[in-house]
């Protein structure tokens, strides 16, 4: 027993400040993360201020080739008077809505019905061994989805998949390689459904049975029951579920790096069926390509100022997740 | 009523099941392509999730062999003397330990705080918030965030100083602060979970007995929150050793463990090295090796033990339900 | 109690820790960085000065192209910069360019297009994007749209191949970048249609597409009929000093680093 098992009254006050200043050792723990996160801020903006200022809103638009207009930049006479900043970024933040939205609409349409499926349809054995089969799917590690991707589906894609002709109707503009938005968007879509079938499914347990039964009982189907009430019913789970993809989708990096092309292209769906075979290159694939190049002043700023491009994003994210949820509030309750 | 069976159809009842399951012959044709749907989405992902494990399991298993790894990694063209990965591996372990061992303090600190404190209330709503915007941010900025951090000469401690003068920014512990990061949420949450759980009648009764609040957390209510602690600690292990983004960027990229100074521990922490990720990163043709027989044989080890660590997270959790039964 | 104990065990542990690295002599580490081309000859080299000289110093080697190498040097960041390509007047003031080895760059083909003996109009043509199709291409062995793989802005191969076979000619915008050797191997042993260039040390499982008619081969390189060779560099900030010129001065005059040298690369004696 410690000598503070029973505190003598007259040290009250020595146990009331003890109990503050633990308070405040844990709060000034706590606001770490605050200090971090407004850090982070600060110093990504401040490096990234100057590719932004150089090219004001051109920066966001398209205009030349973007690999060639990095290389520029890249090789900036080293006089600071002549830094390189020309940029037109529309092909990456293009390719980034192409693949993180591609694979959220398909992921969220399969993990929905995959997650009804465990919750309602699937044989008691089946469902029970998806369980851990879905968890092990979302731990897998990010690379191992790139290694099968460009060792398996992209030799696949390349060789059989894109034929000559394809590849003569677009050879002025750009090489077909197997590397392409078809299978960013295909693997992307295959590592962020797991999440997102844990947590709908989750939410489609929790819904109060009175409510299944209580629909049962007027007649109506299975399917039905499911459909209306308790995917409705889940709606902030689902929310929540899109917002974490999303989230995923946009910060991955190592596996588009791997697959989806490294060409900073804007593929042009006019080009018909060919648009999804265009390689493309996302943001943070970008970042990670040239990561190397950090050292070189304006090629980092540039860098940076994707990497701000993206923290705004996550935190709209998070912003629009929140946002979503409160409406939604009123069919998070139990009956 | 339009009902949605068949129930209610001139003709007496609907026949019991025939062709589809649920009785679903009895239904509307949108809600049976509903169910045909669901039962496609259901297989796929179990053909899915089979062919992933099957593929890496034969490949694995094919490619892997014991002195791969228990043999350094050497760089050579010459692909049958570039080693095998044991330097990968120590990393691994090297990194995983210090991101959670930074990890597990601050996040259990912030759960404690939040639900125990929670004192001014912006405050804590700022911090909840801050933990959301930490576990939404990508690897990816954090990386390069970490890199612009710790170059400045003030972190010079955590890395070494080249030759030239400038702080190399990338090391074991700069890389290991960045992936605490990432584990945080996932050790905030579950001990946040873990401490909400705890009923009301515990701490009132730790205080009854006159007990300080901080003695109350210290001796109730964390050794209490222990496995849900422990679970956050393994997701948190789980989601470190998957990660590649911080390791290309933070770990400086050498593949054999390099220190710096002679301190054992320590020089090895300020030094450089790789990780499984990176190594089969680098391996594939993404990266500069050229071997993708040791990447499958190095990613074969990283799926053992991610799936290791999440086997490791339900046998706790299984405990804990069984544990705290008696709380009720 | 326990308590004292576990707080006297961890300050005095953190105290081993860290006098441990102030009393111990610091083992001066030369770290590199640079060139892709470079590295594989920088391992071994940094291999044969251990065995030559063990314990005395360690070595670190990264990568990512020459320009990286020279612009990490310029700033500090490592204490040799590896380039593979010659010295550019944009490069920052104060470098000094050690001179180590020649290399030559072989234009290379999958092993399906056994193409011999290309020109360098014909290189200048397929690269400039001005002939986008093999048909077009004397002596190519396979049909279908031209793949034409590149490096990265960073590589000195690039600059290099630029400057020797290209001279005036832009490479295509339709290029694909590729960031290392290994990279541009990689994707030219997976796709038939696929030509690019590559260091020397890189060709194997390649077809050589014999620039001028002349294999690409060490011994054509040492003799001077390849005419595709480039120079090595070891780039340092200032004369090369300390343990870092200690290295480099044995890479070039020592008689131990010439038979390193020679297994894939030229020696400059």
């Known amino acids: 027993m410690s000598a503070a098992a029973h505190p003598d009254p007259a040290a009250g006050v020595a146990t009331e400040r003890t109990d503050r200043r633990v308070e405040l050792t844990l709060g000034a723990l706590a606001s770490f993360i605050l200090v971090l996160i407004a850090g982070m801020i600060v110093f990504v903006f401040a490096k990234a201020w100057p590719s932004f200022a150089h090219n004001g809103l051109a920066w966001f638009g398209a205009g030349g080739n973007v690999d060639s207009q990095l290389g520029e930049i890249f090789n900036s006479p080293a006089n600071p008077a002549a830094y390189q900043y020309t940029l037109h970024a529309w092909p990456l933040l293009y390719a980034t809505l192409l693949t993180t939205g591609g694979a959220v609409l398909l992921g969220m349409t399969f993990a929905l019905l995959s997650a009804v499926f465990i919750v309602e349809f699937a044989p008691a054995g089946l469902a029970r061994a998806l369980q851990p089969v879905v968890r092990l799917l979302a731990a897998v590690p990010s690379v191992i989805y790139g290694l099968i991707g460009i060792l398996v589906i992209v030799p696949f894609v390349g060789n059989e998949l894109i034929h000559q002709g394809r590849r003569k109707s677009v050879a002025y503009v750009v090489q077909l390689s197997g590397t392409s938005l078809l299978v960013a968007v295909l693997i992307l879509t295959v590592m962020i459904t797991p999440i997102m079938i844990a947590i709908i499914v989750d939410a489609l347990r929790t819904v109060p049975r009175g409510w299944t039964e209580g629909a049962a009982a007027l007649g109506v189907n299975r399917w039905r029951v499911m459909w209306t009430i308790t995917v409705r019913a889940a709606r902030p789970a689902i929310v929540a579920a899109a917002v974490l993809a999303t989230a995923r989708a946009l910060g991955e990096a190592i596996m588009l790096s791997m697959v989806s092309g490294s060409v900073g292209f804007a593929p042009n769906p006019l080009d018909g069926l060919t648009f999804l075979f265009e390689p493309v290159r996302p943001l943070a694939a970008t970042i990670v390509d040239n990561a190397e190049g950090l050292s070189v002043k304006p090629f980092g700023q540039t860098i940076y100022a994707f990497a701000a491009i993206l923290l705004v994003s996550s935190f709209f994210l998070s912003f629009a997740g929140w946002a979503a949820k409160q409406p939604l509030k009123r069919y998070a309750g139990r009956a | 009523m339009e009902a949605a069976t068949g129930a209610l159809e001139p003709g007496g009842p609907a026949p019991l099941p025939a062709a589809l399951p649920h009785g679903a012959s009895a239904w509307r044709r949108r809600d049976r392509l509903g169910l045909v749907a669901c039962w496609a989405a259901g297989l796929l992902l179990c053909v899915l999730a089979v062919s992933i494990v099957v593929f890496m399991l034969v490949k694995g298993i094919q490619y892997l062999s014991p002195d791969l790894l228990f043999s350094h990694p050497v760089s050579d063209t010459d692909q049958s003397k570039t080693g095998g990965f044991l330097d990968p591996l120590i990393g691994t372990f090297i990194l995983t330990t210090v991101g959670t061992g930074l990890a597990v303090p601050i996040g259990v600190a912030t759960a404690v705080w939040l639900t125990e404190y929670g004192r001014p209330a912006w405050l804590a709503r700022a911090v909840e918030s801050g933990i959301e915007i930490v576990a939404g941010t990508p690897s990816i900025v954090l990386a390069i965030f970490g890199l612009l951090l710790f170059s400045n000469g003030l972190f010079d401690f955590l890395s070494f100083t080249a030759q030239g003068g400038a702080v190399f920014g990338r090391s074991f512990l700069t890389a290991g602060a960045m992936m605490s990061l990432i584990a945080l949420p996932l050790v905030f949450g579950t001990t946040r979970e873990a401490l909400q759980s705890i009923p009301a009648h515990l701490r009132e009764a730790s205080y009854a007995l006159g007990k300080t609040k901080a003695t109350t957390i210290r001796r109730v209510l964390l050794p209490m929150s222990r496995p849900g602690i422990a679970t956050g600690a393994a997701l948190g292990m789980g989601r470190i050793a998957g990660d590649t983004a911080i390791v290309v960027i933070l770990l400086g990229a050498t593949l054999q463990l390099q220190g710096v100074g002679n301190a054992p521990v320590l020089g090895t922490l300020r030094g450089t090295g790789s990780t499984l990720t990176s190594y089969v990163y680098n391996n594939s043709p993404a990266g500069e090796g050229n071997a993708p027989e040791k990447a499958y044989a190095a990613a074969f080890v990283l799926l053992l033990i991610v799936i290791g660590l999440n086997f490791a997270v339900d046998l706790i959790t299984g405990r804990r339900r069984s544990r705290s039964a008696w709380s009720r | ?269």
């Open chain 3, 1 to 269: 109690m326990q308590r004292p104990h576990l707080t006297a065990a961890l300050a005095l542990g953190g105290a081993v820790l860290a006098v441990a690295p102030a009393t111990a002599a610091a083992r001066p580490t030369i770290s590199m960085s640079g060139s892709t081309s470079v590295a594989p000859l920088a391992a071994k080299l940094a291999r044969g000065y251990l065995r030559a000289f063990p314990g005395k110093v360690g070595f670190r080697l990264a990568q990512g192209g020459s320009d990286i190498g020279v612009a990490d040097v310029a700033r500090g960041r490592v204490s040799i910069g590896n380039s593979s390509r010659d010295p550019k007047p944009t490069d920052p003031g104060g470098l000094v360019f050690n001179k180590i080895a020649r290399d030559a760059i072989c234009v290379a083909t999958n092993r399906r297009n056994r193409l011999s003996g290309v020109s360098q109009a014909t290189v200048k043509a397929i690269f400039g994007g001005k002939v986008r199709d093999w048909s077009q291409v004397p002596g190519a062995g396979i049909r279908g749209p031209i793949d034409v793989i590149v490096r990265t802005p960073a590589s000195g191969t690039q600059d290099a191949f630029q400057k020797i076979f290209l001279e005036k000619t832009t490479v295509t915008s339709t290029a694909a970048q590729k960031a290392s050797n290994g990279l541009v191997a990689q994707t030219i042993k997976n796709d038939p249609r696929a030509v690019g260039y590559v260091s020397l040390a890189f060709t194997r499982g390649l077809n050589d597409a014999r620039y001028q008619g002349v294999g690409c081969n060490l011994r054509n390189a040492k003799s001077g009929q390849y005419l595709g060779t480039r120079n090595f560099w070891m780039v340092t900030r200032g004369r090369a000093r300390g343990a870092a010129g200690r290295f480099i001065r044995w890479v070039q005059r020592s008689s131990a680093a010439v038979p390193i040298i020679s297994r894939g690369w030229v020696p400059l004696r």
